[in-house]
């Protein structure tokens, strides 16, 4: 068994953003986050790490650095993977979080709805192309 002593939780998703500066202005207005930390980069404009509180999960992300990594923010071509998901107590919060992030330029990929397995459910993806699962218990 692995222990976690650290003030970080055991799992954070840490995503490759092309715009890290707008990514997190848009989450700050979209999903509240609240700046824990940044790192910008020595000759230029980019972000090598952010830390974000998003939901009472931290969410972990840097702009690309293609010259020193392979690893790029999701295209409109490939999209992403990998989803991040959001719970939430009410399930009136996952309308007004999905209308906010749609009106702000998400592509509404699965509206909220009353699922079979009990959760009041939305789907989107931010203006980076990265998904995003909301829900809470209906």
């Not at 650290?6 to 700046?35: C, H, M, N, R």
């Not at 940044?38 to 010259?67: C, K, Q, W, Y």
């Not at 009136?92 to 909220?112: I, T, W």
């Amino acid at each position: 068994m692995v222990t976690n002593e650290s003030a970080e939780p055991p799992v954070a998703p840490y995503l490759t953003v092309k715009g890290a500066k707008d990514a997190i202005t848009w989450y700050q207005t979209v999903f509240d986050a609240e700046i824990r930390g940044t790192m910008p980069a020595e000759n230029d404009d980019r972000l090598m790490h952010a830390s974000l509180l998003i939901n009472g999960g931290l969410v972990m992300l840097s702009d690309e650095f293609p010259e020193y990594s392979p690893y790029r923010g999701p295209t409109e071509e490939t999209g992403s993977s990998v989803a991040v998901s959001l719970r939430f107590d009410l399930p009136d919060e996952v309308d007004r979080v999905y209308k906010l992030a749609v009106e702000q330029g998400a592509s509404g990929h699965f509206g909220p709805e009353t699922m079979f397995w009990g959760d009041r459910f939305a789907q989107l993806i931010d203006p980076f192309g990265h998904r995003w699962m909301l829900a809470a218990k209906a």
